[in-house]
């Protein structure tokens, strides 16, 4: 089974700062994606990567950085975090040119 | 008009009957189609792909792609508390994007 981890369930931060939302995929995927969902929004792609060192913007990425260091992680930035951030985070992976798999999601809340 | 279009519900069924879950796109390049199930504080899961037209079988879902209609459902038979459920459609060209539908809210009461 594709296993997709987030290192955090819930998290509380203040406005103004830096957070880093991390994602772990086990199954070797060259792909992966970073989302945010809302309601009535659906999903919004915010960045992805094909390869390592690699990124591309999304939809909807200011705001927010990336960094894949290695293969298996995908890591989420939130320079200096504002209340319209306040979202549920999803990531994802896929094999080259298929299917995404998601990890349970990371609900992230701005005061 | 958005790439895919998709009820959002609440869709409201007793325990046993059969749920019919549609979306409706315009990119007629889009080749690749998918239903993913999204429980409350969940990620969303894979449960259906089909590639190009025709239906696709697994247990008591059903997916079926018109392509010339653009036009995609999901079908559920003998329907459990236990599928109620945000229901997302997504779809692609070929790429390495997905486009999502918004979802349906499904709640299937005994």
């Known amino acids: 089974d594709v296993k997709v981890t987030q290192s955090s369930r819930y998290l509380v931060k203040r406005t103004g700062e830096k957070v880093f939302l991390e994602c772990v995929q086990d199954?070797?995927?060259?792909?992966m994606f970073w989302y945010r969902q809302d309601p009535g929004l659906g999903l919004r792609l915010i960045y992805f990567?094909?390869?390592?060192?690699?990124?591309e913007k999304g939809d909807i990425p200011e705001g927010y950085s990336v960094s894949r260091e290695k293969k298996e992680r995908f890591s989420l930035i939130l320079e200096s975090a504002s209340t319209n951030q306040t979202s549920m985070y999803l990531c994802?992976?896929?094999?080259?040119?298929?299917?995404?798999?998601f990890g349970p999601g990371t609900r992230l809340t701005v005061l | 008009q958005k790439e895919v279009e998709q009820d959002p519900g609440p869709l409201s069924v007793p325990e046993g009957a059969i749920v019919s879950l549609n979306c409706t796109y315009s990119?007629?390049?889009?080749?690749?189609f998918m239903w993913y199930r999204q429980y409350s504080r969940k990620g969303p899961e894979l449960l259906m792909y089909?590639?190009?037209?025709g239906n696709k079988e697994d247990g008591r879902f059903t997916a079926q792609v018109d392509k010339s209609s653009k036009y995609i459902s999901l079908f559920i038979r003998d329907s459990q508390p236990s599928d109620s459920a945000t229901y997302l459609c997504?779809?692609?060209?070929?790429?390495?994007?997905?486009?999502f539908g918004t979802g349906t809210r499904l709640q299937v009461f005994p």
């Open positions: 990567s094909y390869d390592v060192k690699m990124k």
């Open positions: 994802a992976s896929s094999p080259y040119q298929d299917t995404q798999y």
């Open positions: 089909t590639y190009s037209s």
């Open positions: 997504a779809m692609s060209a070929g790429t390495d994007k997905l486009i």
């Open positions: 990119n007629s390049a889009f080749q690749y």
């Open positions: 199954m070797d995927h060259e792909n």
